[in-house]
């Protein structure tokens, strides 16, 4: 027994199934039953079992050993060699993870909702599968279809906008606002966005770009938008000359949505008689590893990649026990790696000399 400020406190107690079968007014066997999620306890019960049991933080000691994840990830991710990247570094660490709770991942790609939702279903009825986890796949079609799976999906680097389902993510917004303020602290006000259009995740990175910019008050940000119709260096190469040959050099730094068209921008400058970061400034967002070695390497955001993975396949195992909660969106927090493709704007520094 523990003495605080003259009282006596006693030492809390573990809570057992006992207290929470009294709470509740039914047998310990019914309390067993209803949190492992066995047959035979009424929604009734196992809904108040489940309330009173978080009201009481009880730890369940259930587990995901032994049983199986489908891991429905996009076919294009999963081959195109620019978006794989990126996927390789969440798989890392979610087999990590999976390997570390002895959960076994089944990897399924999936090309469109119409085509694979019936083979998931079926996927779903095997008892063995302990619940979903959908990569890089926010297609409101499939979201809506994951309704009567009667098993907890959870979305690795994408989001239900109606938060239906669970997901993990890097904060997007925050990132792209982040790399944006750092290239305004630089003094660089005409900022331009290079980016694909598509995916949640990405428009969520324009939204941080346009939040920056409009803070600063600076005018006509929406003119400042490059789109490309896919994320290969020399479709962002293509689109920046453009942009050189017809307005002249009208910004000093590009923030591009995806490294790769960061390494297509810095191609155009170069071929337009500039030097990165002399003249203009280029960042990127993601970090992959292959940034520190670009001429010059390049200043970028790092997403937690392989932390994404491992976190969703703990999310899951929350879903997937008898005290799971409401949907949660978690959003990773990012980081800036400084490297020498960024520098003070040019009119600033000339205003130093």
């Known amino acids: 027994m523990t003495i605080l400020a003259g009282k006596k406190v006693k030492p809390s107690r573990k809570v057992r199934l006992e207290d929470i079968a009294e709470r509740c007014g039914v047998s310990l066997s019914t309390v067993s039953r209803a949190l492992a999620g066995e047959k035979g306890v009424s929604a009734d019960i196992r809904a108040k079992v489940a309330e009173v049991a978080r009201s009481l933080n009880y730890q369940v000691a259930a587990s995901l050993a032994g049983r199986k994840v489908i891991l429905a990830a996009s076919s294009a991710a999963m081959i195109d060699y620019v978006r794989n990247q990126f996927t390789a570094h969440v798989l890392e660490g979610l087999h990590q993870r999976a390997e570390t709770l002895s959960v076994e991942i089944v990897t399924q790609p999936v090309a469109s909702a119409a085509e694979d939702i019936g083979m998931l279903r079926t996927a779903a009825a095997d008892e063995s599968v302990a619940g979903f986890l959908f990569l890089s796949l926010d297609d409101d079609d499939l979201l809506a279809l994951t309704s009567g799976f009667g098993k907890p999906v959870v979305l690795i680097n994408g989001e239900d906008p109606l938060m239906r389902l669970s997901s993990v993510s890097p904060c997007n917004r925050s990132a792209a606002h982040m790399a944006t303020a750092y290239l305004q602290g630089l003094g660089h006000e005409r900022i331009l966005f290079v980016m694909r259009r598509g995916r949640s995740t990405i428009e969520r990175r324009l939204e941080g770009w346009r939040d920056a910019m409009l803070a600063q008050k600076i005018s006509g940000a929406d003119d400042m938008v490059i789109v490309v119709e896919d994320w290969l260096p020399e479709l962002a190469a293509a689109a920046v000359e453009q942009r050189i ?45 292959q940034a520190g070695f670009y001429n010059p390497p390049l200043t970028s955001i790092h997403v937690p990649m392989r932390e994404i993975g491992a976190a969703a396949l703990d999310l899951l195992f929350g879903a997937a026990s008898s ?5 949660q969106r978690i959003e990773l927090a990012c980081h800036i790696v400084e490297r020498q493709s960024t520098a003070v704007a040019p009119r600033k520094r000339a205003g130093h000399l």
């Open 245 to 289: 040959a017809s307005r002249k050099l009208d910004f000093t730094a590009i923030l591009a949505a995806g490294e790769s068209l960061a390494a297509g921008a810095m191609q155009a400058i170069s071929r337009a008689g500039y030097r990165v970061p002399d003249d203009v400034s280029v960042m990127g967002i993601d970090n992959l590893p």
């Open 323 to 327: 005290l799971a909660g409401p949907a």
